[in-house]
T-cell receptor
């Protein structure tokens, strides 16, 4: 089975440019999570979706960040305009939420390493 | 305000010995705890979990212990192997945000031959 797929694996861009990160969750999973990992803040949740609907975006740092999930097999995280402090590794994760069970294991993609110059 | 803390950034253990990784949490609403393992250039992978109704969960060489009164959990790896060298993250969830995971900063474990 294919795991969570993220693209690109590496992105180098200049300050002010738009950046779009992509994620394909595991087939059959109905929850999708975007995380950011930095040295200072560790691994932090940005936003998560259930059944393609955004549930909690309280971790999104500011309006420059937006995320969409147009269907069950695709999600994007967009940064516009990008800034050097956005440099980090961005992970996408997915899980299959079963009704009545509070938590299910999350499966992570390999991450996108973003560098904003 | 860091709700999940791993106070040891790194740990070095000799092959064959026991590795003990520690994690503390502050939110009493957390009721499910997990350990993830991460190799360089890869995403974290799930290792083992424990519900707050238990105080121990074992899976092969890996055992997680939970002390609710102390808000402390630990991961024991016995015996430690070179392939266990990785960064280990403790994570917690619970309460209204049951699907949300709050991660610790991670501990880099190095197993020396």
């Amino acid at each position: 089975d294919a795991g969570v797929i993220q693209s690109p694996r590496h992105e180098v861009t200049e300050m002010g440019q738009e950046v779009t990160l992509r994620c394909k969750p595991i087939s059959g999973h109905n929850s999708l999570f975007w995380y950011r990992q930095t040295m200072m803040r560790g691994l932090e949740l940005l936003i998560y979706f259930n059944n393609n609907v955004p549930i909690d975006d309280s971790g999104m740092p500011e309006d420059r960040f937006s995320a969409k999930m147009p269907n069950a097999s695709f999600s994007t995280l967009k940064i516009q305009p990008s800034e050097p402090r956005d440099s980090a590794v961005y992970f996408c994760a997915s899980s299959r939420v079963l009704q009545g069970i509070g938590y299910n294991e999350q499966f992570f993609g390999p991450g996108t390493r973003l560098t904003v110059l | 305000d860091q709700q999940v803390k791993q106070n040891s950034p790194s740990l070095s253990v000799q092959e064959g010995r026991i590795s003990i990784l520690n994690c503390d949490y502050t939110n009493s609403m957390f009721d499910y705890f997990l350990w993830y393992k991460k190799y360089p250039a890869e995403g974290p992978t799930f290792l083992i979990s424990i519900s707050s109704i238990k105080d121990k969960n074992e899976d092969g060489r890996f055992t997680v212990f939970l002390n609710k009164s102390a808000k402390h959990l630990s991961l024991h790896i016995v015996p430690s192997q070179p392939g266990d060298s990785a960064v280990y993250f403790c994570a917690a969830s619970g309460g209204q945000g049951a699907q949300k995971l709050v991660f610790g900063q991670g501990t880099r474990l190095t197993i020396n031959p």
